[in-house]
């Protein structure tokens, strides 16, 4: 029987990449990737020269049942994103349920996700948080902040840099424009900035600049 290994990669600084993920992807089979270019400079880098195959939001349901047959039939076959840990707002789920279902292994291995340093970072309580990852761009947008209006916990979301301002716009505009949030971009690289306020305060600091990187808003949850 074969295994499937999910591998969590480096989301900015290549030397966060762990020894055992870098064993996992010099032994697979096969390395499933979400950009075949932009993992190919992550195994250049480490001097590894395995297969790789792509598997991305586009082909992932066309693709899934013959991986997971290759992978029951005895196939290691590794997994990576393009930055932190598979089926974290990226592919995976579907590969890993079938998978489940035909009894073949599945590895997680631990390692760099963007949404646990920014909690950290954020200075909101972070015994009690809950990760939404990123809303509906229009359906059931609305509805899905509605629905958090109660939440008492810390909220993590994940957002382009194109669409920050609205969000924070929308979060203001619900959530009411003291609450306090961090935003977290280009963690882990030369340019790593967390900027914490409230919503309003963030609104101000973002509004008339260029913004780069990946996104991490976090959100104090509703205290009364």
Not at 101 to 107: D, F, L, S, T
Not at 116 to 122: C, G, M, Q, R
Not at 139 to 165: A, C, H, W
Not at 189 to 202: D, I
Request: glycine residues 8%.
């Amino acid at each position: 029987m074969g295994k499937l290994i999910l591998v969590p990669t480096p989301i900015g600084n290549l030397s966060d990449i762990t020894l055992r993920a870098i064993d996992a992807l010099r032994s697979a089979d096969l390395i499933l990737a979400e950009d075949t270019r932009k993992t190919g400079m992550l195994l250049k880098h480490y001097s590894i020269s395995n297969k790789m195959q792509a598997y991305h939001q586009h082909n992932e349901h066309r693709n899934t049942g013959p991986i997971a047959d290759r992978i029951a039939g005895g196939e290691t076959i590794a997994l990576v994103t393009d930055a932190g840990t598979p089926s974290i707002s990226d592919p995976g789920y579907l590969l890993v349920r079938a998978c489940v279902e035909r009894e073949a292994e599945v590895e997680c291995l631990p390692g760099a996700v963007a949404f646990i340093p920014a909690l950290v970072n954020s200075g909101l309580p972070c015994n009690r948080f809950c990760f939404e990852g990123f809303l509906p761009r229009k359906k059931g947008r609305r509805k899905q902040i509605n629905n958090l209006l109660d939440e008492s916990r810390t909220m993590v979301f994940y957002e382009s840099p194109f669409r920050l301002v609205g969000l924070l716009r929308e979060f203001a505009e619900a959530l009411g424009p003291g609450r306090q949030a961090s935003v977290s971009r280009e963690l882990t690289k030369l340019y790593e900035e967390t900027v914490r306020g409230s919503l309003e305060e963030l609104i101000d600091y973002f509004g008339d600049k260029t913004i780069k990187g990946e996104i991490v808003v976090v959100v104090a949850g509703n205290r009364e």
